[in-house]
């Protein structure tokens, strides 16, 4: 069993900055790819931004230019750099890992952008 746990979230004005951290432990195996999702009131969950054990990284559109996702640890740490943030970014952020086709979930840590 994976556990995840997040940290960094927060409140900050428009125009701030966050970092989210996300540690992985609980398994054996190796970790296939490792991302944020994130979900806003009365929405869907939606995809941040991810990257594969082999380093292969995708952003959403909408965080393009302005989030950088990374990887530490020997692949079991994942690490949210957000700048410019907006207040339409607020949402929790739930940090996502794959094994297999096994997903697995952090508990969410809540990001507030202020106008």
């Known amino acids: 069993q994976v556990q995840l746990v997040e940290s960094g979230g927060g409140l900050v004005q428009a125009g701030g900055s966050l970092r989210l951290s996300c540690a992985a432990s609980?398994?054996?195996?190796?970790?296939?790819?490792m991302g944020w999702y994130r979900q806003a009131p009365g929405k869907q969950r939606e995809l941040v931004a991810r990257i594969t054990s082999g380093g292969s990284i995708t952003y959403a559109d909408f965080v393009k230019g302005r989030f950088s996702i990374s990887r530490g640890n020997a692949g079991n740490m994942v690490s949210l750099q957000m700048n410019n943030l907006k207040p339409d970014d607020t949402a929790v952020y739930y940090c996502n890992a794959y094994i297999g086709v096994w997903a697995y979930w952090g508990q969410g840590t809540q990001v507030t952008v202020s106008s």
């Open positions: 609980g398994s054996s195996f190796s970790l296939n790819s």
